[in-house]
């Protein structure tokens, strides 16, 4: 027999304990019993008429503690069940996404979609789950996406699905907060990325035909569809997951080249095991050329007129409209203003197309950034390359702060709430900092970063950066390239308009001026001897639309003139500015800022971030062209001429504690970098 503690009388019991009245009058505190009780077969209580019912009373204590957590585990499992719709998706079944009647249909009920689109790509992994529950919080029930080819597959045979470009888990984050899906593979998306989106290294072949039925490219969209399509396949609605469209292509009637192009890659979807409905998209000019059979077609537009939904039922009587692409702002590129939509013009027009009962994506509803050098180029009626900004005057800003037309946007999508219920409340804003300007200590002049890149390649003739021998074979992508070659007189350069895109002239590592498209020629100064002559040219971004695509190699893309004599034997380094170029710098020798430093250079700062890293915009006030790395990432260009003036920097890409400031300035520098809480895009002009 265990001898048992001492007993409470009621006056002794503390008022935060609990205790059972036993048989001989005393009181044991509940946990004191419960403790005992697990350590005695038997318990027997001074006093006590009945050692079996203090056994049995002990039981049922334990039956009535396991019974509760059985319930909660039970109400648990319950409540997930009903307030994570990804739970319920993951049940098979039968009848997705209809299009048989003037109204959309999902899983034989009336759907009606209210898209947005946000591109995981343009957003930081971290970030994902914020901007979708902000969308969610807007009332929008479908997410689209684009999926860019150059960044899954940067070389030939180099594939990447990993952290930022996790599709699937940037799918099925979706599923879980709610959202449908409509995917947009492409393999050609545009969405204003360097060549809408199709990998550089294609225009290694000089016969190259992108967006035909061209072995060379049918053969490279099989291989890309080989590892894209199965990743995607069990995440469509009949096999449980979110997907309830895939849109085959992108704007295809304004490029229309190969009638049988649209089936092919209709094809090359299905055949791999696409199965949910069939959406093509295009401008209501161009609807009639762009679509396939077996694919529902789609608008995009800023204005909703008669003209577009006729033009629409026309083509498709007895089909649901859908407005793939409702653009409520657009994107911005160098040298021009910034570019607005006054939320009323918005929300209008989107009141407009509900009243009508069609169905509508919105384009974008958060854009995101561009960072690095991922930003195209318009080519009509004159180049201009777009800002690594793809704020697109959405409802949520670039550094996805909400707007007033986000809270116009909501206020109208909840009249509209399928489940009837309030929409759930708008996450917390992420904080934003100024933080203590990084001053520039070191600098590298580009001259000795040379040793760092790849290369040097020979060759008689100039090479297009995509034909360099460099990336494993792949061509260069982005950046810069610098061509060295020895001249022994001066007189009259011409670029014959092969330069892509600018070029910095120098010789013997002195600046002597610029070539572009639109200034061809410039003087050479005479000197004695042989002299080196250096052009420093930059890709400003691939164009992303239209129809001479094939023709977007950068660098020098022919002969540059030297008194009309074709210059020749050229020394080519690569300057793409990837990480590991980057990061090799580190070990370059820098020396303390002067204080009269070359151009073009290599400048290096810190920032302090103490804490938990924010948000924050990196301005450049007194710097004149160039590139922002921190940390090794790639923010973007910088350039005086706007409007976009400011960075945004995303506190992910921050640690705590010391954070490197590199910067590549072309020709001038002040030598702070600011950080403030605010961004500045530009001055605005609203869109017409």
């Known amino acids: 027999m265990t001898e048992p503690p001492p007993c409470f009388t009621p006056n002794m ?64 499992i319950i409540y997930q069940y009903k307030s994570l719709p990804a739970k319920r998706w993951r049940m098979s079944r039968k009848v997705g996404l209809s299009a048989n009647t003037s109204q959309f249909t999902l899983e034989g009920e009336t759907f009606r979609i209210i898209g947005g689109s946000v591109h995981y790509f343009r957003v930081p992994r971290a970030y994902w789950r914020d901007r979708l529950l902000k969308m969610k919080a807007c009332g929008i029930n479908t997410l689209t996406t684009y999926v860019p080819w150059s960044l899954h597959q940067p070389e030939d045979g180099v594939f990447n699905f990993h952290t930022q470009l996790d599709l699937e888990a940037y799918i099925n984050l979706a599923a879980e907060i709610g959202l449908w899906v409509i995917l947009r593979p492409g393999p050609y998306i545009s969405a204003e990325l360097d060549l809408g989106g199709l990998p550089s290294w294609l225009l290694r072949d000089s016969r190259m035909r992108l967006r035909t039925t061209y072995p060379g490219f049918t053969q490279a969209v099989n291989t890309y569809f080989n590892k894209l399509i199965p990743k995607v396949v069990p995440l469509q609605f009949k096999n449980g997951g979110p997907i309830i469209a895939v849109q085959v292509e992108n704007e295809y009637g304004s490029f229309a080249k190969d009638q049988g192009y649209m089936l092919f ?161 708008p996450p917390a804003l992420h904080y934003r900092e ?29 090479l297009n950066m995509e034909n360099l021998p460099a990336n494993n074979g792949n061509g260069q992508s982005y950046g810069y390239t610098l061509y060295d070659t020895s001249i022994s007189s001066g007189g009259v350069l011409k670029s014959c308009d092969h330069v892509r895109d600018r ?21 050479v100064p005479d000197g004695e001897g042989q002299r080196t002559l250096s052009l420093l040219v930059e890709n400003c971004g691939r164009v992303h639309r239209g129809r001479h695509l094939d023709k977007q190699q950068k660098g020098l893309v022919g002969d540059v003139l030297l008194n009309d004599i074709p210059l020749r034997d050229f020394t080519i380094y690569s300057l793409d500015m990837k990480p590991s170029f980057i990061d090799s710098l580190y070990q370059a020798p820098w020396k303390s800022l002067p204080e009269n430093p070359t151009f073009p250079g290599f400048f290096m700062g810190r920032l302090f971030a103490y804490g938990y890293p924010s948000d924050t915009f990196v301005k450049l006030p007194g710097w004149e062209k160039g590139v922002v790395f921190i940390n090794g990432l790639n923010l973007g260009r910088y350039w005086s001429i ?31 970098v600011q950080f403030e809480d605010t961004a500045d895009l530009g001055m605005a002009a609203e869109i017409q």
Request: net charge neutral; with cysteine; proline share 7%.
């Open 265 to 425: 890659i209709k094809e090359a979807l299905m055949s791999r095991g696409i199965s949910e409905l069939l959406i093509t998209s295009d401008f209501h000019s161009t609807l009639k050329f762009g679509g396939v059979d077996g694919a529902i077609r789609s608008v995009k537009l800023q204005k909703l007129n008669q003209r577009d939904v006729q033009e629409l039922t026309a083509l498709q009587p007895n089909s649901p409209s859908l407005v793939m692409e409702y653009w409520p702002g657009g994107f911005d590129v160098w040298g021009d203003l910034h570019h607005v939509l006054p939320p009323e013009d918005m929300v209008s027009t989107m009141r407009e197309i509900l009243r009508r009962g069609m169905s509508v994506n919105m384009y974008m509803f958060h854009g995101g950034s561009s960072f690095g050098f991922l930003s195209g180029a318009l080519a009509d009626p004159s180049y201009r390359a777009l800002v690594p900004s793809y704020d697109y005057d959405a409802p949520l800003s670039e550094a996805g702060e909400y707007t007033p037309k986000y809270h116009l946007l909501r206020d109208l999508l909840s009249r509209y709430s399928m489940e009837g219920d309030s929409l759930p409340d």
């Open 434 to 462: 100024t933080y203590e300007p990084a001053i520039m200590y070191q600098h590298l002049p580009l001259w000795d970063a040379l040793s760092f890149a790849e290369g040097p390649f020979k060759s008689p003739k100039p």
């Open 642 to 672: 706007g409007p976009q003036q400011a960075l945004y920097l995303p506190g992910p890409f921050l640690n705590s504690g010391i954070n490197q400031v590199l910067v590549f300035e072309e020709q001038e520098g002040d030598y702070r």
């Open 13 to 76: 019991l503390p008022a935060c304990c609990c205790g059972e009245t036993l048989p001989g009058g005393g009181l044991m505190c509940s946990s004191a019993l419960r403790r005992y009780s697990e350590t005695s077969p038997t318990v027997y209580y001074k006093g006590s008429n009945s050692t079996h019912m203090v056994v049995l009373r002990i039981r049922n204590v334990h039956k009535r503690k396991y019974a509760l957590i059985c319930l909660c585990i039970i109400g648990f």
């Open 503 to 523: 070029a910095l002239v120098f010789v013997d590592r002195r600046y002597i001026g610029l070539l572009k498209r639109q200034n061809q020629e410039l003087a």
